[in-house]
């Protein structure tokens, strides 16, 4: 007998909803600004295997020239996605919810486990409560990686007034190289989330959205 089971609080689907599209207005926004700096590559001397980014990519996406623009609208984002995570984050401990999120001293082992089984090499999953290891570890991770973004991000906006967090995050290059790579952590990690929603199915998707999930009795549960 099928049953409808609370799954997600209404404040953790407001958090999560009101990221997802700020994270690509900062991703837009930031690639503006980084166009009119473009120096990061992967090569070695005068061989460049790869380089961010092409003038296609700037050209299919029309965002040459708009330094200004992006800027404009990186710098007033930048603080919506910065309360946003706070509260979540306030949020997340005081409901107690983080205990569903962050990952135990098993979590490392049985993550290989649910990779292997999503392989199909492995017949069977580890047992899970809301989330499963591997769900926990990038979970947490990018919560983490939120807060780099942040600091890293105050420290090349300014780095004069703001000296001492800038030398923390290991002066200016370094700190705009850090914000960078935690850029292209986003993005891989938001292609994989949305393949693993759609491999996890509707049931999994429409929780996020309404609260709620349909559980068969006795059915294994499948979770993005
Ligand atoms: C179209 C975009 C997105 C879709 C469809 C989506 C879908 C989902 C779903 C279905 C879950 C619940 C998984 C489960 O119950 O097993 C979830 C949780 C989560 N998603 Fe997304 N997501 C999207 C964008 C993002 C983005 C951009 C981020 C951050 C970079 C993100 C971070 C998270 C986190 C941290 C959780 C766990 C939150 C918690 O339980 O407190 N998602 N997402």
Redesign the pocket.
């Known amino acids: 007998m099928p049953k409808i089971v609370s799954?997600?609080s209404l404040a953790?689907r407001w958090f999560?909803w009101i990221?997802?599209p700020i994270?690509i207005i900062m991703t837009w926004s930031g690639l503006m600004i980084y166009w009119a700096n473009d120096i990061y590559r992967l090569g070695w001397g005068n061989t460049t295997l790869l380089k961010f980014f092409p003038q296609s990519i700037y050209d299919a996406l029309h965002l040459s020239y708009k330094l200004a623009e992006g800027m404009a609208v990186h710098f007033v984002f930048m603080w919506i996605f910065f309360l946003n995570g706070l509260l979540y984050v306030l949020y997340?401990l005081f409901s107690g919810?983080w205990r569903?999120?962050v990952p135990n001293r098993n979590s490392f082992k049985e993550a290989w486990l649910v990779v292997l089984h999503d392989l199909h090499l492995r017949k069977t999953a580890p047992p899970q409560k809301?989330?499963n290891a591997a769900?926990k570890i990038a979970?947490s991770g990018?919560?983490i990686m939120g807060l780099g973004s942040v600091l890293t991000g105050l420290a090349i906006y300014k780095p004069v007034q703001l000296w001492w967090l800038c030398e923390l995050m290991g002066g200016y290059a370094f700190a705009r190289i850090l914000h960078f790579i935690l850029t292209i952590g986003?993005t891989t990690?938001?292609i994989v989330?949305?393949i693993q929603?759609i491999l996890?199915g509707w049931n999994?998707?429409r929780?996020?959205v309404s609260g709620f999930e349909i559980v068969q009795d006795g059915n294994e549960k499948k979770?993005?």
Request: net charge neutral.
């Open positions: 799954k997600h953790m999560h990221n997802f994270l997340t919810e569903e999120l809301k989330y769900q979970y990018i919560i986003y990690f938001f989330h949305i929603v996890a999994n998707f929780s996020v979770s993005a």
